[in-house]
Every structure is written in structure tokens, then in C-alpha cells.
């Protein structure tokens, strides 16, 4: 929904961007943001997202703008959160409902032993740029805590999937937590305390009223085409080495030898789409200079960097390293 661009004129202006020009690159009508009933392509939220930190010149952009992205600012699924009766119901009202407000994506409150998890991640493996996303949504999961339980609260740690940026000391001075990167998802992760708290502005029968507004504005929780889900699942695993098609035709709960008919009806193989996934995800990795080529390598699933050096040299006609030098050039 565009209401989860509440406020981003005014953060691009104040970090010395102009908001005009990165709504026009992207093709965003500036008057839809902020409305809480109208959609907002994903594809060119992400990418908006993205030109805003390029256009600041601020690569934390996603990180600080997160930060003060308070719950009344996010439409109807904030409204949801702070209508529900105990941040416990908050949260759990967040995972299920998150992906009617954010098509395409996919929220859980997930237990890993001791701690829970808020999980939250991008289906569509077309979206390759997608870091200042991820990190204003940890953000915005964030104040949905500090809302309840007060301005200081912080996780047990956060996750992100991407790379480990530059200033990444950043978002552990953000959340006052350590950050985990090149994670399977995005999470916040706390310990199982003040969930029965009350939320400040509880208010059941306003939640059952919000939660309808909800599914009939969005219709649905959307879907990513079948390649582009695959292509994402494929992103998840690649830094795991365990790019099986058996786990993730388990994930998507088919039989393998469906998911391969179904590729193979786009034209396309299993190890086609891996080739295709590392290609993309290759030069998003390379334009990071602080990353070690080393640190590339691992993060697609290479065991060894002379693979990864052999690969891209195919892909692009030029090594790794020439390709970086020519591109700082």
C-alpha cells in the first residue's frame, strides 16, 4: 500500500535529495503516497526505495528512515497493530496481515528455541535491489514494540539477508543490537517478555474493522510469477550452498518432477535458473566495494573463488577484477 511511503518527500528532502526527481525516475505519482487505500507496485516501491538512497548519496537511507517510521504512519496494517488488544496480538496481527499491506512478500512470528523471530521477506526474485527495503521494514516491526513497551526497547539481535553494508556499525547503534547479515530472512528476534502487555490504544472492535478495510482494499496477499517465487527461493539458499531442487520444491509443497514440468513450460531448467540468479546477483555484489571478491564468491555459492572468477568471466567477457577497476573508472 502506499501508505508505506508516509513521509518520504520530506526524508529525501531533509538528507539532501530532491524528492521530485527520485519519484519521476521511478515513475511514481508523488500525490498517491501516503494514502492508506491506494497500491503501490512493489517492483517500484523497492526501487524508489533504492534511488532515494543513491539520489542523498545516503546509503543507510532505508536504515534511518525506518527508524522514525512510526505505526500510525503505515495506514491500515499500523492502525491494525495499534488497534490490537496486547503487543502479543500486535505482533501476531503484523505477521499475518503484513503481506495484505506489502504484496509479494511473506511475515511470520516464528520460535527458534528461546527466542522468537518476526520474520519478513520479498517473494519476488526479479526484485534484486532490495537492502533500504529490508531495513526500513525492520524499522517500522521495530516501533511496533517501542509503541508498547516504550522508546528504548530493542531485540536480542536483527537480520538482514543482504550483504553486510559499509557503515554497518550503524544498525547496531539503530537497534542497539547486534546485526546478523547474508541471514535466509529479514527478523527481529526478542525473547518471549512483555507480549501480554497491553497495547496503549487497544481496541477490538475497531481491529475487527480494520482487518476487513484491510483485505477488502488489497484483495489478496499476491503472488510472484512461478519462476520469479523460484528465483527467489533459489537468492535464499545460494550463500547455504544447499541450492537442492528437492528443498525448495518442498518448500513451495510440489513434487520435484512438477516444478521441473512447470520450468520446463517456460523453457527453462533448474540450473538455468540458478545461472540466472547468480548472473543478476553478481553485479549487485560487485558495485559494493567494501565486499572482497572472496566474500562474492561465498555469498553465491561458490566453495572457491577461481569458480566464481571462471563464471562471471563468462557472463560479463571480462574478469571480476578488471570489472570492478572499470567500473570505478
Request: overall charge negative; proline content about 5%.
Amino acid at each position: 500500500m502506499a501508505a508505506a511511503a508516509n513521509g518520504l518527500g520530506d526524508f529525501i528532502a531533509q538528507t539532501g535529495g530532491q524528492p521530485e526527481v527520485v519519484f519521476e525516475r521511478i515513475g511514481v505519482d508523488p500525490a498517491c503516497l501516503g494514502d492508506k487505500r491506494t497500491a503501490l507496485d512493489l517492483a517500484d516501491y523497492v526501487a524508489m526505495m533504492e534511488e532515494a538512497a543513491r539520489a542523498t548519496r545516503h546509503d543507510n537511507f532505508g536504515l534511518w528512515f525506518g527508524q522514525r517510521y512510526r505505526p500510525e504512519m503505515l495506514g491500515l496494517i499500523g492502525e491494525i497493530a495499534l488497534a490490537a488488544p496486547t503487543l502479543g496480538s500486535a505482533i501476531e496481527h503484523l505477521a499475518q496481515w503484513f503481506p495484505w499491506h506489502q504484496q509479494a512478500t511473506e511475515t511470520r512470528l516464528a520460535r527458534r528455541g528461546e527466542f522468537l523471530r518476526l520474520e519478513y521477506r520479498i517473494l519476488d526474485g526479479s526484485i534484486v535491489d532490495r537492502r533500504q527495503d529490508a531495513e526500513l521494514t525492520m524499522g517500522m516491526f521495530a516501533n511496533v514494540f517501542r509503541a508498547c513497551l516504550g522508546p528504548h526497547w530493542a531485540p536480542e539481535a536483527v537480520l538482514f539477508e543482504h550483504a553486510r553494508p559499509a557503515a554497518w556499525r550503524e544498525h547496531e547503534t539503530a537497534f542497539d543490537a547486534e546485526a546478523r547479515w547474508s541471514q535466509g530472512t529479514n527478523a527481529l528476534v526478542f525473547r518471549d517478555r512483555g507480549l501480554s502487555r497491553p497495547m496503549p490504544t487497544g481496541d477490538l472492535s475497531r481491529l475487527q474493522s480494520l482487518t476487513s478495510d484491510l483485505a477488502a482494499v488489497a484483495g489478496s496477499c499476491g503472488a510472484p510469477s512461478f519462476v520469479d517465487r523460484l528465483r527467489g527461493e533459489i537468492r535464499r539458499r545460494l550463500a547455504t550452498g544447499e541450492v537442492g531442487i528437492d528443498e525448495v520444491a518442498e518448500t513451495l509443497a510440489i513434487p520435484s518432477w512438477t516444478l521441473q514440468r512447470r520450468l520446463a513450460g517456460h523453457g527453462a531448467t533448474f540450473s538455468d535458473l540458478i545461472e540466472q540468479t547468480r548472473r543478476e546477483l553478481a553485479r549487485h555484489y560487485m558495485a559494493q566495494v567494501h565486499l572482497p571478491l572472496g566474500d562474492v564468491a561465498f555469498l553465491l555459492g561458490y566453495s572457491e573463488p577461481s569458480a566464481f572468477s571462471r563464471a562471471f568471466t563468462r557472463w560479463y567477457g571480462t574478469s571480476p577484477r578488471a570489472w570492478r577497476r572499470a567500473t570505478a573508472d
